[in-house]
């Protein structure tokens, strides 16, 4: 049996518009996949279903489907997408009259039951404005088998957009582990799009930049077995670090939870088959949890900021005064949180006035909206001309806005409805998994090499002339992936220096603004990976965060800057 070709066109909401037809056009798939949803897009979706409740899906994807409908339907390519957000009913409805518009006769589905609001309460959050469970991805299977080709859910996993065409391609059982955990790899892997085919990878500089970088495949064997491609003659490269980069992307541990499968990232082994094709086999998976993830969002309140540019000499002197003055004018209708964030940019006897300037950043929140509105604003311009010299900002403040927080609660699968309405109306509901299984191996899984320093020079360089990294968010915590790379001529001995020197207390001397939080380090030593989770460096999430780097997008890439003592022979450019 033929693997089956699996395209990805989206991994947010908001990418490349022009993606749909790129991939449509630039070769042959049996289906093209998009991932339009995250915990920040499900507040803004949120919003926009308060404001009407037709609403609440991804309108890009109409968009694409526009101009894309067509194509797909002379090129047998089947739809898989997430872009129902909290309204798949009304995505595919929509779709259906874009359809007739274009008259074309195509079967369209749609996966909800996601939806728990009326749960929400019991979760700790009964003023939820979004409660959605995480559904796995026999739900799509179940409607690609009932001949639909365009397939829309709510909050299924990432994963499973891809997982589902696999299951149905080759018929697996859920008690088929191994090949469902291949599946979600190769779906973790192309669901953020370009992010495996060089976009965000910190060895930029190793590929050619010159054309737009391509969308991710995957070939899914009938073992569950992958190989990770692009189209030919798009930018962009394929490499066995390209994919780690992205398999180590806004993960927790070695244990991949998902509703159908737990998935041992610790298993993974890649082979670069050729120029942009890398297999991913070994995959090794378990029962899935008893549980699955709720993500919730919520109204927080209100927030603001203003940054003041503090230029030349007593940079400090000169952020006491315009706090001392900024507080002052607040007092009256004071936010309940004020957070000061000096930023020493300046240089010393700088060239160029921007050198000399230093930032003051102010982030305040409140329930009412005045406070963070006029009377923030107001405090901010009234002192123009009787503050600090030099005074000015990058922007003026403008009225406050509103922000969301995201916290996740846990539901027994069994407890979570899992419906398909089919293109003739009859709705289907899929059985939660038999085999569940939520018992966790006491200890670590893998213990690292020991490192045995050499005789060798060291040098004080960056860790990034070492090591590769990625980072993001996971509600309030980030995680930093950081693995030697595949062409390292020394890659066991920089693995085992790189598991003795990225120690939990060690991360919290390169990342000071970690040192108070808890840190973990888990290791995949197939790819000579290590993770690295920090709880609550994000507090509340994107939607309620106030640090310049919200979703921890350039954590791995402040920590690959750190200057740390390593030998000579496992520097690598």
Not at 138 to 155: H, K, P, S
Not at 330 to 356: F, G
Request: net charge negative; proline share 6%; glycine share 10%.
């Amino acid at each position: 049996m033929s693997p089956t070709r699996i395209g990805n066109c989206s991994g947010y909401y908001g990418d490349r518009a022009s993606a749909m037809v790129e991939m449509l056009e630039g070769g042959q798939l049996d289906y093209l996949t998009g991932d339009y949803l995250a915990e920040l897009t499900m507040l803004i979706l949120g919003r926009d279903r308060m404001k009407d409740p037709n609403l609440g899906y991804a309108k890009t994807f109409v968009r694409q489907l526009k101009d894309s409908l067509r194509l797909a339907h002379e090129r047998g390519v089947t739809i898989v997408a997430n872009a129902g957000g909290l309204n798949p009913s009304g995505l595919a409805g929509a779709i259906r009259e874009l359809a007739l518009d274009q008259g074309i006769d195509v079967p369209i589905a749609y996966v909800d039951g996601d939806d728990v609001r009326d749960r929400a309460p019991e979760l700790g959050a009964p003023d939820a404005l979004a409660a959605n469970a995480y559904l796995g991805a026999f739900g799509i299977a179940d409607a690609l088998r009932a001949g639909a080709r365009i397939v829309v859910t709510g909050r299924v996993t990432d994963a499973s957009v891809v997982v589902g065409p696999a299951i149905h391609a080759f018929d697996w059982r859920r008690e088929q582990f191994n090949a469902l955990a291949g599946a979600v790899v190769a779906g973790h892997v192309i669901e953020c799009g370009t992010q495996a085919t060089g976009g965000n990878f910190s060895g930029f500089r190793s590929f050619d930049r010159t054309k737009p970088l391509g969308f991710p495949i995957a070939e899914i064997a009938p073992d569950g077995s992958s190989v990770i491609t692009k189209h030919a003659d798009t930018g962009g490269a394929v490499t066995i670090d390209t994919v780690t980069a992205q398999l180590v992307y806004e993960i927790q541990d070695e244990r991949y939870y998902n509703p159908d499968v737990t998935v041992h990232f610790d298993s993974i082994e890649l082979n670069q088959q050729g120029p942009d094709r890398v297999s991913v086999t070994n995959v090794h998976g378990g029962p899935p949890p008893s549980r699955t993830k709720v993500g919730i969002n919520r109204l927080g309140g209100f927030r603001n900021v203003v940054e003041f540019v503090l230029t030349g000499l007593d940079i400090e002197d000169k952020a006491e005064w315009v706090r001392a003055q900024m507080e002052a004018g607040m007092a009256r209708n004071l936010p309940e949180s004020i957070e000061w964030d000096l930023q020493r940019t300046d240089h010393s006897d700088p060239d160029t006035q921007a050198k000399a300037a230093a930032l003051y950043r102010c982030s305040v929140k409140s329930m009412d909206p005045e406070k963070v509105g006029r009377s923030f604003t107001n405090s901010a311009i009234e002192i123009a001309l009787a503050s600090y010299p030099g005074f000015h900002v990058t922007a003026p403040p403008k009225a406050g806005v509103p922000f969301g927080v995201f916290t996740a609660g846990y539901l027994s699968q069994s407890e979570v409805p899992h419906r398909v309405t089919h293109a003739d109306g009859s709705v289907s509901q899929i059985a939660t998994p038999e085999s569940v299984s939520d018992i966790r191996a006491a200890g670590p899984l893998y213990i690292p090499p020991t490192w045995e320093p050499s005789s060798a020079q060291t040098q004080r360089v960056p860790l990034g002339r070492v090591a590769h990294a990625r980072s993001g968010d996971k509600g309030g915590n980030a995680n930093i992936g950081v693995w030697i790379g595949a062409d390292h001529p020394n890659r066991d001995r920089a693995w085992a220096w790189l598991c003795a020197e990225l120690t939990p207390e060690r991360i919290r001397e390169l990342l000071p603004e970690a040192r108070d939080l808890d840190v973990s380090v888990t290791y995949l030593p197939r790819i000579k990976a290590i993770n690295i989770v920090i709880d609550g460096i994000l507090g509340d999430g994107v939607a309620a965060g106030t640090r310049h780097d919200p979703q921890a997008k350039a954590l791995g890439e402040w920590l690959r800057a750190r200057l740390v003592d390593v030998e000579e022979d496992l520097i690598h450019e």
